[in-house]
């Protein structure tokens, strides 16, 4: 099959479009015919290489697929053969006991298609039987592909660990990012009131689209004072953090009085790893929500696989807005 491989750490020119042979299916597991591929950060972290973590070479990357089933191990039993499906990116043994007591995101084995594993920027790829979720049928594959990663850590930062109420502001950074269009979405499902911020006032008319009820231009206002303007001087009961270090200040200042603040980190190696655990049961009401089109996947660009290289050039300059997925025909 055709691959998008690479055999050293370095820039978006170690990526190479080459033939590698096709993965074989375990008993337990299934062949899917890679669609569309969306990218993320952690395929740049991975790429570039991590402090401490051993990626397997070569590699293929890649941890958000849709696509078709095309061939399934002696004992699956839930899909069949062209089923179309998107996969759901965590990987874990499935037997031990924080998989079987629904914490799979605690397995120690647990990692995500293209982190430990090779990922889907192939025509194929090879899955766990239980990581494949129907896919939307109102959704093309570069939609469905744009959904996992962004939709699972939005939803476990906001609901499960922040425990966004009803009527409560939030502020999400980096409105133009995969997760912020995702972390807009799902907070106004809520019922919250959302101020967004961006760095370019075309990027915060594309969030208040998506819901967004008030934008920051953080190249041109102080995010803490307009935080502070709009709240009455109150504060946020929720900050949405994943820029890191240029915004962490203004986060801690833009929190109202017992206000929480969730990050999935974006700056070092290791924060990324973090954001990697979140947990992904496999019956996700977010699921139900995209297929009745409350949640929307948000897809700037597409690309054809063989230019995978420039399509991780252009998410590293972050000019998108929403998700840059591969289509592999
Ligand atoms: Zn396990």
Redesign the pocket.
């Known amino acids: 099959m055709k691959a998008i491989l690479f055999r050293q750490h370095g820039g978006p020119e170690v990526l190479q479009f080459t033939d590698v042979p096709d993965p074989e299916p375990r008993p337990t597991e299934v062949l899917v015919r890679v669609r569309a591929c969306a990218l993320n950060h952690l395929d740049l972290w991975v790429r570039g290489g991590l402090p401490n973590v051993p990626i397997p070479l070569p590699h293929i990357p890649g941890s958000d697929v849709a696509g078709e089933i095309a061939k399934i191990g002696s004992e699956v039993t839930t899909v069949r053969v062209g089923q179309k499906v998107v996969l759901a990116p965590g990987v ?5 006991a ?2 079987i007591s629904g914490q ?1 995101n605690r ?1 120690r ?1 647990f990692t995500n298609l293209g982190y430990m594993i090779d990922g889907g920027c192939a025509e194929f790829v090879r899955v766990p039987e239980v990581n494949c979720l129907s896919c939307p049928e109102n959704l093309s594959f570069e939609q469905a592909a744009a959904i996992p990663l962004v939709f699972q850590t939005a939803w476990h930062m906001l609901i499960a660990r922040a425990q966004l109420q009803p009527g409560e502001d939030v502020l999400v950074l980096g409105a133009g990012s995969g997760v912020g269009t995702a972390a807009i979405q799902i907070a106004k499902f809520f019922g919250a009131r959302v101020i967004a911020t961006a760095g370019s006032d075309e990027k915060l008319q594309k969030a208040r689209e998506l819901g967004a009820d008030h934008g920051i231009n953080h190249k041109s206002q102080k995010i803490r004072d307009e935080v502070r303007r709009i709240t009455n001087k109150r504060g946020v009961d929720v900050v949405f953090e994943h820029v890191g270090t240029a915004t962490w200040d203004d986060s801690l200042a833009s929190l109202a009085l017992a206000g929480r603040l969730v990050t999935c980190g974006a700056t070092t190696g290791y924060d990324a790893k973090i954001d990697l655990r979140f947990l992904f049961s496999r019956q996700l009401s977010f699921m139900k929500l995209v297929a009745a089109s409350r949640l929307k996947p948000v897809v700037d660009r597409t690309f054809p696989l063989a230019e995978a290289a420039a399509a991780h050039a252009y998410l590293e300059s972050a000019q998108q807005f929403g998700k840059v997925v591969l289509k592999v025909l």
């Open positions: 874990t043994c499935g037997k031990c924080a998989c799979d397995c084995q």
